[in-house]
C-alpha cells in the first residue's frame, strides 16, 4: 500500500512536470521562433535590395568601368578618379576621428564618474551630435573648414567634416566595448601597481577591442554612405586627385549624382553602388583585422 | 614597450600629417589661383558646365575648372561674395539681383508628364489648372479611367516650379499636391513608379527617359509637342534658360570660358546633356 | 613618479580629445544660430508654430513659416521606425549569438555589417523605385509616411543589431556559464540573465538608431511624398525636417534661407529633448 502510493505520487509528481514543460516550453518557442524570424527579414530585405543593386549594375562593371574617368556626366566611362577620391577622404575622416574618438571613449568609461559632470555634458553633446542631419554637417563644414579655415572645396575638408560626423557613433560605440571589460582587470592592474597608461594600452584597450572594431564598422558605413556633407565639402569635380587639398567627388555622391541629376544615369549608378559595397566589404575586413591585429594580440605579448 | 610607443606616435603623425597638408593647401591656392576656376551653383547645370569644363582644360593646359553643385542660390550667393569665380543658375536672375550679370550657355524646356499607361494623349492649359489647383481630381473628369490622379510637385523656390507657376498664372499656395519633388529624376521616377500621377520636369531629362524604356509619357503644352526640337525653334512655350552668374564684367580666364561655354564649340557638349543649344 | 607624470600627460591628452569633441555640439548650435538669425528676428519663433502653413519663399512679410506639421512628421517617422527597428535589431543580435548555429551566425553578422554601410541614396532609390510603387499599387500615392518610416526601419535596423550584438560580445562569459550550469533554457538564459545585464548597451544602441532615423535626409526625402500636412494615416505624405532642408536649400535666398536653418535649430532642439526624455525615464541609470 505504501509502495502503491509512492508510485502513484510519483506519477503524479511526472504528470505535472510534463504539464509544467509543455507551459515553460512555450516561450522557448516563441522566443525562438521571434529570432530566426528576425533574421529571416533582415536578410530577406539585404537579399532584395542587393539582388536589385546587382542585377541593374554588375552588367556595367568592367576593369574599364573601375580605373577610367567618367565622361559625358557619368554615363559613360568609369569611376577610377572616384574610387580614389572615395577612399582618400575615409582615410583623412579615419586619421582625424580615430584618436579623437578612442581618446574620448577612453576619457568617458575610464576616467570620469558618470556623475561627473564633464561627462555628462560629453556625453549628452555627442548624443545630440548623433542625430544632427548630414546636410547641417555639409553646411557646417563648408562654412568652418571650407571658407574660414580656407581649404576649400577639397577632400581634406570633407574628411574632416565625415569625422565630425562619426564622432558620436564611432564614441559610444567604443565606449561600451570599455565599459563591458570586467572590474577585476582594473583591480588587479592597480594591485600590481601598474601605472594607468600602461593599464589602458596593456589590458583594457585590447579588451574593449570588439566594441572598437563595432564603431570603425559603423562609422565607416556612415562615412562611405554620406551623400549631402559631401556635396558642399569635397565637392563634385570628378577629376583624379592631385592631393588632398583637391576636390573629389564621393561615390556616394556620384550615386547621387547619376540616379537623380542626369538621365539615363542609372546604370552606372547602380553600378557605382555595387563597387561602394565591395569597398565597404574590404573596408570593414582591413579594419577588424588591423584592430585585432594591433589592440588585440597586445593582451598575449603584454 | 615598442608597442606602446609606436600607437599614441602614429596618431600624433597622423594628425601633423593632416595639418601640414592643410597649410601646403592654404599656401597653394593663392599661387593656383590665376589658373583655376571654381564654379559653383545648380545642380542642372553643373553635369553640363563640368563636360564644357574638361574640354576647355584640354584647350588651355595647364587650367583647372571645377565645378561645384549646391543649388542656384549657392551660385548667386558665391557669385556675390566672391566664393566662385563664376556663379551657375537654372533661372532668370531677379530683380533683386541686377548687381549681377547673367550670361545664357543652354536653354532647357519644361513638359508635364503622365505615366506611360494613362490613356490621356493631351490636357488643355485649363484642365492641367484644374488638376493642380484640385478641382478635378479623378482622371475620369478629363477623358481617363476611374482613378484618383496624384498630383506631382516641385519643393518651393525651384525655378521649374516657378516657371510652371508662372505660365499658368498659378500661386504656390493654390496647388494641392500629393507629393513635392526636388530633382527632376525624382520625378521621372515618382511618376514612372505610380499608373496615376502627373508631374512637370525638364523636357531634355524626360525625352532621355521615355525613349530610352522609362514608363513616361510626354504630354503637349498649348497644342505644341514637348520635344527638344520645338524648344530649340522657338514654339515650345515653356523654356527656362540655364545661366553663368558673375558679379562684374568678366575678364581674363572667366571671360574666355563664358565665350567658349557660349560658342558653337560646345553645341555638341550641350545636346549629349538633352539641353538646347543657343541659337547662332 | 614618471608613472604619475605619464598618467597625467595621458589624462590631460584625453581631457583634451573629449572636451574637442563636447564642443563641437555647441559650434555647429552656434553656427545654426548666426545662420538662422535673420528669420529669427524678422519672423519671431512664435510665427514658427502659429502660421497657418509654409510658404517661406515670401519672404519675412508675406510669407509663412509654420514647422509644426513637419516637426509631427519627423517625429512620427522617427517613432515608427524605432518601433519596427528595436525589436527587429536586438532579435537579430539575439538571433546571431545566442540561436544561430556558429558559421550561420557569422555570415549573418557580416550581412548586418553591409547594410549598415550601404549608402542613404541606394536605400533611397530603391525604395522610389521598388518600395513606392509597392505602396501605391494598394494605397496610393505611394510615397508616404509608411515608405518613409519602412525605409528608415531598414537603415536603422543594422545600426541597433550592430551596437546590441558588440554588447552581447562584452557580456563577461561567466553569465552564461552561470546560466548554463543552472540549467536554465535558452529564453530563460536571454531572457532573464543576457538581455537585463546588457541593458546599457541596448539603450545606447536605441539611441544611436533613433539618431540616425532623426537626421537622415536623402532616403527619406526620395520615399516621404514631401506634402507639408499634418498626417492622418499612414498613407499620406509627410515632410520630415531634414528633407525640407535638403528640398529646398538649392533655391533658397534670404530669409528663406534661414528660415531652413531654422529647421536645423528645431531638430536639435528635439534630439536634445529626446535625451532628456531618456535620461528621465533612465533615472541617469543608462550610463551605469
Known amino acids: 500500500m505504501v509502495k502503491e502510493k509512492a508510485v502513484k505520487s510519483q506519477a503524479v509528481q511526472f504528470k505535472t512536470s510534463e504539464k509544467r514543460s509543455i507551459w515553460s516550453h512555450l516561450p522557448e518557442i516563441i522566443a525562438t521562433c521571434a529570432a530566426w524570424s528576425a533574421a529571416l527579414v533582415v536578410t530577406g530585405v539585404f537579399v532584395w535590395i542587393l539582388a536589385d543593386v546587382v542585377r541593374h549594375g554588375i552588367g556595367a562593371i568592367s576593369w574599364t568601368f573601375l580605373t577610367a574617368a567618367p565622361r559625358n556626366a557619368g554615363r559613360e566611362g568609369g569611376i577610377g578618379p572616384i574610387i580614389v577620391s572615395t577612399i582618400l577622404i575615409l582615410a583623412v575622416c579615419m586619421a582625424v576621428s580615430v584618436p579623437l574618438g578612442v581618446g574620448t571613449a577612453v576619457l568617458l568609461s575610464e576616467y570620469t564618474s558618470p556623475a561627473s559632470r564633464f561627462g555628462r555634458f560629453v556625453r549628452r553633446s555627442l548624443d545630440v551630435l548623433a542625430g544632427v542631419p548630414s546636410i547641417v554637417f555639409g553646411l557646417f563644414g563648408n562654412a568652418v573648414f571650407c571658407i574660414y579655415l580656407g581649404l576649400g572645396f577639397s577632400i581634406l575638408s570633407g574628411g574632416l567634416t565625415l569625422s565630425c560626423m562619426v564622432l558620436p557613433i564611432l564614441i559610444r560605440a567604443t565606449e561600451e566595448g570599455f565599459r563591458s571589460v570586467p572590474n577585476d582587470y582594473r583591480m588587479s592592474a592597480a594591485a600590481l601597481g601598474m601605472s594607468r597608461t600602461s593599464t589602458l594600452l596593456q589590458l583594457l584597450l585590447p579588451a574593449a577591442v570588439p566594441g572598437v572594431i563595432v564603431g570603425l564598422v559603423l562609422g565607416i558605413g556612415r562615412a562611405l554612405a554620406e551623400t549631402a556633407a559631401l556635396i558642399f565639402t569635397s565637392g563634385y569635380v570628378d577629376r583624379m586627385p592631385g592631393s588632398l587639398a583637391d576636390s573629389g567627388r564621393s561615390l556616394s555622391v556620384h550615386i547621387f549624382d547619376l540616379s537623380m541629376n542626369v538621365a539615363g544615369g542609372d546604370r552606372h549608378a547602380y553600378a557605382s553602388a555595387l563597387v561602394l559595397i565591395m569597398i565597404l566589404v574590404a573596408t570593414n575586413a582591413i579594419a577588424s583585422w588591423t584592430a585585432n591585429r594591433w589592440l588585440g594580440k597586445r593582451i598575449l605579448t603584454a | 614597450m615598442s608597442f606602446r610607443m609606436l600607437f599614441p606616435q602614429s596618431m600624433l603623425w597622423s594628425v601633423v600629417a593632416v595639418f601640414s597638408l592643410a597649410c601646403c593647401s592654404c599656401g597653394q591656392s593663392s599661387d593656383t589661383a590665376r589658373s583655376q576656376l571654381v564654379l559653383t551653383g545648380s545642380s542642372t547645370v553643373a553635369p553640363l558646365a563640368a563636360e564644357i569644363g574638361k574640354r576647355f582644360e584640354k584647350l588651355h593646359p595647364g587650367v583647372r575648372v571645377d565645378v561645384q553643385t549646391g543649388g542656384s542660390s549657392r551660385g548667386i550667393a558665391d557669385a556675390r561674395r566672391d566664393l566662385a569665380d563664376i556663379g551657375m543658375a537654372s533661372r532668370d536672375l531677379k530683380p533683386n539681383e541686377n548687381d549681377l550679370l547673367s550670361f545664357t550657355i543652354a536653354r532647357d524646356g519644361i513638359c508635364v508628364i503622365v505615366h506611360q499607361e494613362n490613356p490621356i494623349a493631351s490636357l488643355t492649359d485649363q484642365q492641367i489648372i484644374a488638376i493642380y489647383t484640385g478641382d478635378i481630381e479623378n482622371w475620369k473628369d478629363v477623358g481617363g479611367p476611374d482613378a484618383e490622379i496624384t498630383v506631382v510637385n516641385k519643393a518651393e523656390g525651384r525655378s521649374t516650379l516657378e516657371l510652371f507657376l508662372h505660365y499658368f498664372k498659378m500661386e504656390n499656395a493654390d496647388i494641392q499636391a500629393d507629393v513635392v519633388i526636388g530633382d527632376n529624376e525624382q520625378g521621372i521616377k515618382t511618376v514612372a513608379g505610380n499608373v496615376n500621377a502627373i508631374g512637370y520636369v525638364s523636357i531634355g531629362a524626360a525625352e532621355y527617359d521615355a525613349a530610352h524604356g522609362v514608363g513616361i509619357k510626354l504630354l503637349p503644352l498649348g497644342g505644341v509637342a514637348a520635344s527638344i526640337e520645338n524648344v530649340r525653334s522657338g514654339e515650345f512655350p515653356l523654356a527656362r534658360p540655364l545661366n553663368l552668374v558673375m558679379k562684374s564684367e568678366p575678364q581674363g580666364l572667366a571671360k574666355e570660358f563664358i565665350e567658349f561655354a557660349r560658342s558653337r564649340d560646345v553645341h555638341d557638349i550641350v545636346e549629349e546633356q538633352y539641353f538646347v543649344p543657343l541659337a547662332d | ?288
Open chain 3, 1 to 288: 613618479m614618471s608613472h604619475s607624470r605619464t598618467d597625467a600627460v595621458l589624462v590631460g591628452t584625453l581631457r583634451a580629445c573629449a572636451l574637442l569633441t563636447g564642443t563641437l555640439v555647441l559650434f555647429i548650435v552656434l553656427f545654426l544660430l548666426v545662420e538662422s538669425a535673420p528669420a529669427l528676428r524678422q519672423v519671431g519663433v512664435a510665427r514658427f508654430v502659429s502660421d497657418t502653413a509654409w510658404r517661406p519663399s515670401g519672404g519675412a512679410q508675406r510669407g509663412q513659416f509654420n514647422l509644426l506639421p513637419m516637426i509631427v512628421a519627423t517625429t512620427l517617422a522617427t517613432a515608427g521606425a524605432l518601433f519596427l527597428a528595436t525589436p527587429l535589431g536586438i532579435g537579430s543580435a539575439v538571433f546571431a549569438h545566442f540561436y544561430a548555429p556558429r558559421g550561420l551566425g557569422r555570415l549573418f553578422g557580416k550581412i548586418i555589417e553591409l547594410l549598415a554601410g550601404i549608402p542613404s541614396v541606394v536605400y533611397g532609390l530603391w525604395g522610389l523605385v521598388v518600395l513606392a510603387p509597392l505602396v501605391a499599387s494598394w494605397q496610393p500615392p505611394g510615397t508616404s509616411l509608411l515608405s518613409a518610416i519602412l525605409v528608415l526601419t531598414i537603415m536603422i535596423t543594422p545600426t541597433i543589431a550592430l551596437v546590441a550584438g558588440a554588447t552581447f560580445d562584452n557580456l563577461p562569459r561567466s553569465y552564461l556559464q552561470a546560466a548554463a550550469a543552472l540549467g536554465l533554457s535558452r529564453w530563460r538564459t536571454v531572457g532573464g540573465v543576457i538581455l537585463p545585464a546588457a541593458r546599457s548597451g541596448l539603450f545606447t544602441a536605441v539611441l544611436l538608431g533613433s539618431g540616425r532615423a532623426i537626421g537622415e535626409t536623402m532616403a527619406v526625402l526620395m520615399v516621404a511624398g514631401n506634402v507639408v500636412q499634418t498626417p492622418h494615416s499612414l498613407f499620406q505624405p509627410v515632410r520630415t525636417l531634414t528633407a525640407n532642408i535638403a528640398l529646398e536649400m538649392a533655391y533658397a535666398m534670404g530669409d528663406h534661407r534661414a528660415a531652413l536653418f531654422d529647421s536645423g535649430l528645431v531638430l536639435m532642439a528635439m534630439i536634445a529633448l529626446l535625451v532628456g526624455i531618456a535620461e528621465v525615464l533612465s533615472k541617469g541609470r543608462i550610463y551605469g
